[in-house]
Each structure stands twice: as C-alpha cells, then as structure tokens.
C-alpha cells in the first residue's frame, strides 16, 4: 500500500470504525492471490474467515460466506 494509501486508511480508522473494519479485511483478503497452493490459501484464509464471522459486519459476513462457498473454484483460477 503506498504512503498515501496509508495515511487515508489511518485517517479512516479514527473516523469510522465498521467502514475500517470491513477495508481491513479486503486488505487482508488480497494476500489469498498470492498463496503457492491450496493449503497455503486455507492457512491464510480460515483465521480471516473466523475473524469476519465473529464481526457484527453482516453484509460483509454475506459476502464472505459466497466467498467461502466458491472458495475451490477460486482457487482453480491461480
């Protein structure tokens, strides 16, 4: 994330913490395209799938749960 990125996501921490939250987790989200194989994907995505599911982001909640449900085909597309 560049400089400038960073200090926008700060500033959006201190502003507004559900939107943050859920900006979090699409950053955390993206370390899944780089993963070698399956198994490196399943030790990146579980903890931040229980993480989410412990949330009180509902709608994000939705999202990762069609996520999770895909999650085998979307890893046949790396």
Same mark, same amino acid.
């Given at each position: 994330?560049?400089?400038? *990125?960073?200090?926008?996501? /700060?500033?959006?921490?201190? +502003?507004? !913490?559900? +939107?943050?939250?859920?900006? /979090?987790?699409?950053? =955390?989200?993206?370390?899944? $395209?780089?993963?070698?194989? +399956?198994?490196?994907?399943?030790?990146? %995505? =579980?903890? $931040?799938?229980?993480? %989410?599911?412990?949330? *009180?982001?509902?709608?994000?909640?939705?999202?990762?749960?069609? !996520?999770? /449900?895909? !999650?085998?085909?979307?890893?046949?597309? !790396?």
């Amino acid at each position: 994330m560049s400089e400038e *990125r960073r200090d926008d996501f /700060a500033e959006l921490l201190e +502003t507004n !913490l559900s +939107t943050s939250m859920a900006r /979090a987790y699409k950053e =955390q989200r993206v370390e899944f $395209w780089y993963q070698p194989d +399956t198994e490196a994907e399943n030790i990146v %995505i =579980q903890p $931040w799938y229980r993480s %989410i599911m412990r949330s *009180r982001l509902p709608k994000v909640k939705k999202v990762v749960k069609i !996520l999770n /449900a895909h !999650l085998s085909g979307l890893a046949d597309l !790396l």
